[in-house]
Each structure stands twice: as structure tokens, then as C-alpha cells.
């Protein structure tokens, strides 16, 4: 299986779709490229990654617009086909509004904007997203969002409690899931969820943005470097 | 189709025109202004277009040498050499008094402002700080002012997407009524991809981009050159309002046009709208336009051409294409969602010649309304506020000295204005563009520069109540602060930008505290070699009692060679040895200590020599070049104790330290 | 032509943090006798279809396509006929 | 006791950036129809007073000092008795 490739969305209003493509290609050395929002070509990529930022200036709801933009439908029949896909931050809101995962990601609780280093504890080693971190490992992540409080009824949440879908969890030095530690109000202090067939993975804080220890910790390489490996070391699922 | 008013010497002084500048209008025209050419010269000719009285004072302060690329003045922001072919663009701005009277969009719009003065010049802005002054904490109008000032600079700069690394944050009765925003941003462009404020080449198509004209702002210009009296609240000015995610579209939209070299030259739109760039480009490329009002896109109906030229709609630029590219720029545009729409041409008669509804309406000399031009310069009066008599025969001997020192340790850092502002910088993504090595909470910010091994380090500095008590050293103070904190992340000071921040030229006293500012500022640069690459003058500064502190705002730049030398601000491991650099003298003039324990703003500002300030810098620099220090932090507000204190709480680590006095 | 107010509420089981820091801020400023404050969204748009059901019919479409999100709001339709 | 529902819009001079990104939305959804899109805030609250004007004049005066910004934004308030 040749190298994988990432290919990273750009919406107007994206921000962080640089920080995306400077982590997988300069700190990863996998091969990325940007894939524009009118376009209707994936490229042939293996992921795609949806960045951070304002997509279509997220007035409305963050990510409503940018549902609908050309390059989604393929997006969606990219994961439909079991393609990777990472939504992270705004990424995560646009994954939501399309369906491609459960719930929604409402106003942070304190109603401000919110940045700094938080803790995630990896609560599932076997996705193809974790699987570079052991079990329970507690990474040192940013968050940095003004509508992160992820909601979605109760039904749902106990699906993907008991099923192991919820990835990442805010917690405390300790490594307790406190509400001290919930940087927005999120349910059972959820940060990142994948989908029942585990190929689609949305989380809140920004692991393309600790991939360097200059910039403070390497915690967020593991995602990127665990994805690489999923499709290098897995029999390709796009037969 | 409007019909325009006649204009009279009574219309021109209702739009703040005194009758000597009417006069000087009559004298370049040959004959009585059209209203549209009238409303022209009273926003080019207000305070905060021409400088009109403070540019004879600004021209005695070092504007050149050092990297300078381009000297101050010469375009919208300064540029600097940084070497690797690379240069950094970067400048401060006020909008003190929109935000007195809205404070979110007040601010935002500030951001949105500064953040277009750099990529016009085709740097990608890589940092935003700011520096900020409120009156009174307890007082409510106060808390809702710092609520609404933080969340628009948060809110513009995050969905812009920039990160907001630095800063600092004052409170003081003075700023009582008038809070200072003033927001800063850094950019970096290659040296071969940068653009300049110029409109030359006879028939050469211009063009408005970006957002549609409302009726925002207008009198906006003017409006910041009168002072916030009780009746502004009623003349409640239409309020410009930000759209971030507009901006960033015209940011890459902008970035693409220059870089596929399709244009002469570009301005942002800030005061004074289309009347502003439309003449400073053309005085600055020795040319005129001719420029058709009914092709700008417009948002509201029925607007005239005064209105359509003195809005100042957020979001929109000038450009000056060459000729056949326009379609290319428009595709451009089009791309990112935004219109491009060609209103003009370039000619060579140095006339900017303004059409509405098929007429002319009017034809001015570009260079006769222009700073550097025709606009007029003023020599204010000045006298010694009677103040400093009292302030200056304050004698630190005269205050008992407090027996419990811990009391007052405690009582200090809960100062709101020495106390940490993290309730403020994590409103804003300190992280975006993945460049942030150190944010807000240090002595400076650093961003590491990509595919180099350089780094920048940014601050903003001024201790308001410094300046008060010594004009002259107070503002030298505030350039030996900047420089120091550059200096404690292990960067070499390059160059400043500066706002300057008064009260009402007209009185003897202000225009005494701003020439004295410039003057001890001007003293420091020299010294430090750190030219002053441009800025802005802010004045009409007035709280009900009078002007506010004198706060001539520094935005300092300094370069680390190499990213190794980054240092931290906290003490990072037990039994490193704690240093003093430089003399402790026995000075609580002016000191925060003074002002909170014992009600008493006196004395003259705190000791300050120069030579050995510049000396400290460079031997600071080169030990930790040397790899033999740890970190660094600059004593400022609060002495010795508070900068020991923070030492031990602001790094991740709990650490204590031992120290004998 | 016609007027539609479209109003877009969080369901009444979803915690609302806005309507609770404005009914927080109401009680410091001692408005005492007001409570259960709730915040939703309203969009006033311009409508131009033949009659009142073509128009309900376009506005309830963009309503379930865009400007409601199912998961957790609901929303409420007013037309006024415009005399042109 | 009453139900009061406050609307607060921005002043029709004054940009509204979220309107104008939701009408670029739906045009690109074929929603051709529909335009001149503009959003406020509608804010739902109970009123514990003794008639109708008492209530009247406490949302006003609630609306003046922290519900509507002055500078930018005008309200309007209608009120519902509740049969308590």
C-alpha cells in the first residue's frame, strides 16, 4: 500500500487549515494537500481532515453552512465508503451538522471563548485515530473555541458510552473526569467521538497544534502518526 | 438626485473646518468648494488624518536607519529587515473613542483596522497584541467597557485568525469616561512580495474590494478629533460594525493579487474611506484619479457622493491593477466571495476628480489634502502643568515605611493592575498559526518564524502614571521597559511602533506632556538604536476633570537569532542562582506601591540612565546566547518582591526561592 | 411578496447557558420579578412566492435544510403579507 | 403573571454581518426566493407583576438598562397574561 496522503479542507474562513498541513507534512513527513471547498475532486486521498476556524463565518451555527459546500457530498461519500476522516474543532461542528456524527456542539456554558492547555485521557487505544497511545494515557492538548459544549440525547450518549465511540475525555491532573476539568459543559466531559464504524473521528481540542516541543508538548502527534499507520498497516479498505 | 448645500464659511466650520483652513482650501481650489469637496478637506484635515498637531513634533524622533526597508510614514505600516529574505511589518492603532461608546464592535473594528495595515502591504499578519486602559474596576460603566473590549478583540482576532499573544492592561481613575484601546499586529512577507500604498501609470484601472459602503462611520475621521463630552452620547454616529470572516477572505483574496503581481499598489480603508486612499495613493505615486461613485457597491440607497466617500464601512481596499488585469483580479475575488469592482482610472493630473449621478461633483489637488502635503501643520503652544510642582516635591522619606513588608507583598499582586490577566487572555486563541513558543503572561511573546531558526518577540509598554509625573523619562521608561522584556526572551530590540495616547493639543499643558514624550522617546530610540517605524497620535483624550494620564504606548519588535535562546520568564529548577542585573535604588516615586498603600501618585518617575540601560540589553542578550541563563524577568510595576513572586507561580512548576537583600 | 419572522429556540430540555447569565444579570440589577429567561434566534427574511402556502412551504424547507438544526432546536413560522 | 417576549434587532442602518452570510447561504442552495435576511434576538421571560402596566414597565426598564445595546439596537416587547 503505497503512503497514505491527507488532504486537508478549506473552507472560507478556515484558520487552522495550515496548522493541519504543517503538522502531517513537515513534523509527520506524510504526503498532505489542500482540497478547496468548491472543488468536487478528493484527490484520492486517504484522510481528510476538516480544520479548525470560522468556517463561512459560523454565524448561524458553527459548521451549518459549510455543510453544504461541493466538496462535503464527496466528503460524506468518502466516509461512506469508509475513507478516514478527522474533524477537529470547527471540524468536529461541520461532521455533526452533516450526520456524520451524532449530537451537536452548543455555546460554551461560561459563554466566553476559550484557550489554554487542557488534559484528555485516551479512553479508547483500538481506533484507528489512538492507536500510537496506550490506553487511559493523559495528553496535554489546547482547546481554543467558543462552541465546544458537545449535547445529544440520552439515548445516543449511552450508545456511545457503552460502545466505546467516546475517544477522548477532558479530565484533571489526576485524571479524573471533574467538572472542574470541563473546559465548555459537555456531556460526561466528552472531547472526541467516532462513528459506529470507527472511521470518522470528531474531537474539540487541537492536536495539530502540539506536534513540536518547541510550541510546548508533542502530545497531538499520536493521532496523525496513529491514522498514518491504520492505512499503511491495514489491508486498504477502499477495495 | 441630491441636491448638494451652498457651501458657507458657517457650513465649514460646523464640519470642524477653523476659518483659516477654509481660507486654505479657498487658495489651492482658486474658487468656493463643491459640499462633496468641503467634506473631503474636513476629514483629511481632521486630527486624525493629518497629524496636523503633532507631525512638526513626530519629524524630531529617529524615523530611519537601523533595518528599516521603508522609513516612517512612507507607508501604511513600517517594515523591518529580519534577514532569510524575509521582513516584518507591524504598527499599533488607536480606537479609544468608538470603543468609549460601543465597546465590542468599538474594539473589533480596531483589531479589524491595524490587521489591514499589514497585509496591505502583503505580509500575513503572524501575531496581534494589545494595551488597554480603564478607569476604576468597581465602577459599572467600567466593567462593561472591559467586558465588550475584551470579547471584540477576542472575537475579531479568533475568527480572523490570528493569534492575540501579548498585551497589558491599566486601570486608573484617570481613564475614567475614555478607555485607551490600542491594538497592535505583526506580519512577515518575503522581501520581493511586498506592496506599496502608490496608485502611477496613466489609465490604469481602480478598483474597490471587499465589502459593500454603508453609511458606517461617516464623521468618523472627525468624530475622533473632538472630544467625548457629555453630548456625544446624543450624537450617537452610526457604529461600524466588524465582520472578521469577511476580513480573512479579503486577507487571502489581497495575498494572492500581489503575489501574482497584478497590481501598481493597495491601501486599506480605514478613516476616512475611499477620500483617503483615493488621495494619499495618488500624492504618494505623483498621479490623480477619476473616480465614478455610482460603480462602488453600495449597501443603503440614495447615498451622495460625501456620504459614499466619508464611510468608512469595514472591510473594503483600494487597488490600483495593471492595466488588463483587472479581469484576473476579479477572478480572484470571485473565488474568495468578495466583489472587485473597477470605479476608475489612474491619470496624470495629479487631480482626484470625483464623479455621482453623471456629474462631477468634485476635482481636488490629491497632494493639497495630504499629510506630507497640503494639509496644515501646526506649532502648539506649551506650558509646564503646575501639577509637577507638587508631585515633583514629594519626598519618598515623607511615608512611614509599612512594618509587615508580606502585607504589602500580598496586597500588591492582588492590584488589578499587577494581578494576572488570565481571565482576559484565554477569551483569545493565543495559538492559532502554530507559531506561539511563549503567550501572554511572560515578559514578551515569541513567535518562532517558520523554515528559519529566528524567532520574533513582541510587547506592547507604558506606565501612564510614569509619563504623568516626567513626561521626558517617563516615555523613555516606556521604550527601556519594551526593550528589556524583548530582552528577557533573549531577543536583540529592532525597531518600535508607537500610540500615542493624550489629552487636548489646544491646551498648553497636554502639548508640554507630548513634546516632552516624544522627546525622551526619541532620546531612548537613539540610544537603543530602535527607530520608530510609525504609529499614531491619538489625542482629545478627556475624562470629565480633565486629560487622561499621558500614555504614549510602545509596540517593541526584537529578533532571537536562533530559537535555542528562547528563555522563559519563570524560574524553572531548584539551586539556580538568582542574579540582580543593574542597580536597586531606593525609589518608590510613582510606584504602584505609593499609589495603592498610601493614596500618594508623587515623586518624579523612577531612576533611569540610559547609557546603562542600553548596556544591560546587550549583556543580557549575549549570556544567554552564551547558554548561562536559565530565564529572565524584567523588575517592573510592584519592584522587586512582585517580580520575585512571580518567578515562583507563573511557570507550570511551584518553585520557591531564597533571596538576602 | 411576503414577511417571514422564523423563530429558532433551543428545545425547552436543553440547558440554555445565554437565557441563564441574562436571568443571573437581571437578579444583580434587582429585577427581582423576572425570571425563566430564555434566548432564541429570529430571522426576518423577504419572501417572494405567489401565494401564502408556496411561501410557508419555502421558508418551513430552508427552516429543516439550514436554519434549524434538529438535533436541538425548534422553530416557529409568521408570514405577513407585504402590499407591494 | 405575564409572558413577555422581547425582540431585539439591530438598528436597519447598521451591518449585520449574520444576516448577510445566511442570505449568501441560502442563495446558494436555490433558495433564490428568499432574501433580505436579517437576525435579532428573541428573549422569553415571565413577569411576576401586579397588572399589565406594572409588567409592561418592568421589561421596558429592564430592555433600557441590560437587554438592548442603545447605541446599536432597537427592542419591541409584547406581553401574554399567564392563568396562573
Known amino acids: 500500500m503505497s503512503a497514505p496522503t491527507f488532504g486537508v479542507v478549506v473552507f472560507p474562513g478556515s484558520n487552522c487549515d495550515h496548522d493541519a498541513y504543517h503538522a502531517v507534512k513537515h513534523v509527520l513527513g506524510e504526503k498532505a494537500t489542500f482540497l478547496w471547498h468548491k472543488d468536487t475532486d478528493l484527490q484520492g486521498v486517504d484522510v481528510v481532515v476538516l480544520p479548525g476556524g470560522f468556517s463561512y463565518g459560523d454565524y448561524l451555527r458553527c459548521g451549518a453552512i459549510s455543510q453544504f459546500s461541493s466538496i462535503m457530498k464527496e466528503v460524506v461519500r468518502h466516509a461512506e465508503r469508509g475513507g478516514h476522516v478527522i474533524g477537529i474543532c470547527n471540524g468536529f461542528q461541520v461532521l455533526t451538522e452533516t450526520g456524520l456524527l451524532p449530537g451537536a456542539l452548543l455555546r460554551n456554558r461560561s459563554l466566553k471563548f476559550v484557550c489554554k492547555q487542557v488534559r484528555l485521557r485516551v479512553e479508547n487505544a483500538e481506533t484507528d485515530f489512538t492507536r500510537r497511545y496506550e490506553q487511559g494515557k493523559v495528553l496535554q492538548i489546547p482547546v481554543a473555541h467558543g462552541e465546544g459544549n458537545f449535547y445529544t440525547d440520552s439515548d445516543t450518549l449511552r450508545e456511545l458510552e457503552d460502545n466505546g465511540r467516546v475517544v477522548f475525555r477532558y479530565v484533571d491532573e489526576n485524571g479524573e473526569a471533574t467538572e472542574a476539568a470541563n473546559p465548555n459543559g459537555s456531556l460526561n466531559n466528552i472531547a472526541g467521538i467516532v462513528n459506529s464504524r470507527g472511521n470518522v473521528l470528531g474531537m474539540m481540542p487541537h492536536p495539530e497544534r502540539v506536534v513540536e516541543n518547541l510550541l510546548g508538548s508533542d502530545d497531538g502527534l499520536g493521532v496523525f502518526a496513529s491514522l498514518a499507520e491504520s492505512i499503511t498497516g491495514s489491508v486498504p479498505a477502499l477495495s | ?661 | 411578496m411576503f414577511k417571514a419572522i422564523v423563530t429558532v429556540k433551543l428545545r425547552p430540555s436543553i440547558l440554555d447557558p445565554e437565557g441563564k447569565a441574562i436571568e443571573h444579570a437581571l437578579q444583580s440589577l434587582d429585577f427581582q420579578q423576572l425570571s425563566d429567561v430564555r434566548v432564541g434566534k429570529e430571522i426576518e427574511l423577504t419572501v417572494d412566492a405567489a401565494d401564502r402556502d408556496a411561501a410557508e412551504q419555502a421558508v418551513d424547507d430552508a427552516c429543516r435544510k439550514l436554519l434549524a438544526n434538529p438535533v436541538m432546536e425548534d422553530y416557529t413560522i409568521e408570514l405577513q403579507e407585504l402590499t407591494s
Open chain 2, 1 to 661: 438626485m441630491q441636491h448638494e448645500p451652498v457651501v458657507t464659511e458657517e457650513i465649514a466650520r460646523e464640519l470642524g473646518l477653523t476659518d483659516e483652513e477654509y481660507q486654505m482650501v479657498l487658495d489651492y481650489l482658486g474658487r468656493t468648494p463643491t459640499y462633496t469637496e468641503l467634506g473631503m478637506y474636513s476629514v483629511m484635515w481632521s486630527e486624525h488624518c493629518s497629524y496636523k498637531n503633532s507631525i512638526a513634533v513626530l519629524k524630531t524622533l529617529p524615523r530611519s536607519g537601523g533595518k528599516l526597508l521603508v522609513g516612517a510614514g512612507e507607508e501604511n505600516a513600517g517594515l523591518v529587515d529580519i534577514g532569510d529574505g524575509l521582513a516584518v511589518a507591524f504598527k499599533i492603532e488607536s480606537h479609544n473613542h468608538p470603543s468609549a461608546i460601543e465597546p465590542f464592535q468599538g474594539a473589533a473594528t480596531g483589531v479589524g483596522g491595524i490587521l489591514r495595515d499589514i497585509f496591505t502591504m502583503g505580509a500575513r499578519p503572524v501575531a496581534a497584541c494589545d494595551s488597554l486602559r480603564f478607569g476604576d474596576p468597581a465602577n459599572p460603566r467600567v466593567q462593561y467597557l472591559v467586558k465588550g473590549v475584551v470579547s471584540g478583540i477576542g472575537h475579531y482576532g479568533n475568527c480572523f485568525g490570528v493569534p492575540t499573544v501579548a498585551g497589558e492592561m491599566y486601570f486608573d481613575s484617570s481613564y475614567q469616561g475614555n478607555p485607551l484601546v490600542n491594538a497592535m499586529a505583526v506580519g512577515i512577507v518575503r522581501h520581493e512580495q511586498t506592496a506599496s500604498a502608490t496608485a502611477h501609470g496613466k489609465g490604469n484601472p481602480v478598483m474597490i474590494v471587499g465589502s459593500s459602503t454603508g453609511r458606517d462611520g461617516i464623521h468618523g475621521a472627525t468624530f475622533a478629533s473632538v472630544d467625548l463630552s457629555e453630548d456625544s452620547e446624543s450624537k450617537r454616529p452610526s457604529v461600524q460594525v466588524g465582520d472578521p470572516f469577511t476580513e480573512k477572505l479579503l486577507l487571502e483574496a489581497t495575498l494572492e493579487i500581489i503575489r501574482e503581481d497584478l497590481i501598481v499598489g493597495i491601501q486599506d480603508m480605514g478613516a476616512a474611506g475611499i477620500t483617503c486612499s483615493s488621495c494619499e495613493m495618488s500624492a504618494k505615486g505623483k498621479s490623480g484619479m477619476d473616480i465614478d461613485l455610482d460603480l462602488v457597491p453600495i449597501r443603503e440607497e440614495g447615498m451622495s457622493a460625501y456620504e459614499i466617500l466619508l464611510s468608512e464601512s469595514q472591510e473594503r481596499m483600494l487597488v490600483v491593477a495593471k492595466q488588463g488585469n483587472e479581469q484576473r483580479v476579479k477572478e480572484i475575488f470571485e473565488k474568495w466571495d468578495l466583489h472587485a469592482v473597477t470605479i476608475g482610472h489612474v491619470t496624470d493630473d495629479s487631480m482626484v476628480t470625483v464623479r455621482r449621478d453623471g456629474e462631477v461633483k468634485g476635482v481636488v489637488p490629491a497632494d493639497s489634502l495630504v499629510l506630507g502635503g497640503g494639509a496644515p501643520v501646526y506649532h502648539r503652544e506649551t506650558r509646564r502643568p503646575e501639577y509637577l510642582d507638587t508631585t515633583m516635591a514629594f519626598r519618598p522619606s515623607s511615608v512611614p515605611v509599612p512594618g509587615d513588608v508580606s502585607r504589602v507583598l500580598i496586597d500588591l499582586l492582588s492590584s488589578p493592575n499587577i494581578a494576572s490577566k488570565r481571565w482576559a487572555y484565554e477569551q483569545y486563541d493565543t495559538s492559532v498559526r502554530t507559531n506561539t513558543a511563549y503567550g501572554p503572561g511572560g515578559d514578551a511573546a515569541v513567535i518562532r518564524v517558520k523554515d528559519t531558526r529566528k524567532a520574533l518577540s513582541v510587547k506592547t509598554d507604558c506606565n501612564g502614571r510614569y509619563v504623568y509625573l516626567n513626561p521626558r523619562k517617563g516615555a523613555s521608561i516606556a521604550v527601556a521597559e519594551a526593550a528589556r522584556n524583548v530582552a528577557c526572551t533573549g531577543a536583540e530590540p529592532m525597531a518600535i511602533t508607537n500610540c500615542l495616547n493624550f489629552g487636548n493639543p489646544y491646551k498648553p499643558e497636554v502639548y508640554y506632556q507630548f513634546k516632552e514624550a516624544c522627546a525622551g522617546m526619541g532620546e531612548a530610540c537613539r540610544m537603543f538604536g530602535t527607530p520608530v517605524t510609525g504609529g499614531n497620535v491619538s489625542f482629545y483624550n478627556e475624562n470629565p476633570n480633565g486629560a487622561v494620564y499621558p500614555t504614549p504606548v510602545i509596540g517593541m519588535l526584537g529578533l532571537i537569532a536562533d530559537i535555542d535562546h528562547i528563555t522563559p520568564s519563570a524560574f524553572q529548577q531548584e539551586g539556580d542562582d538568582i542574579v540582580l542585573l543593574g542597580q536597586n535604588h531606593d525609589d518608590i516615586n510613582g510606584s504602584e506601591y505609593l499609589s495603592r498603600w498610601h493614596g500618594i501618585t508623587g515623586g518624579d518617575a523612577p531612576h533611569l540612565d540610559l547609557d546603562e540601560e542600553h548596556r544591560l540589553h546587550g549583556m543580557l542578550v549575549d549570556q544567554i546566547r552564551q547558554g548561562r541563563i536559565r530565564c529572565a524577568h524584567d523588575v517592573s510595576d510592584g519592584g522587586l518582591a512582585v517580580t520575585l513572586a512571580e518567578c515562583c507561580f507563573i511557570g507550570e512548576k511551584r518553585i520557591g526561592a531564597e533571596v538576602t537583600l
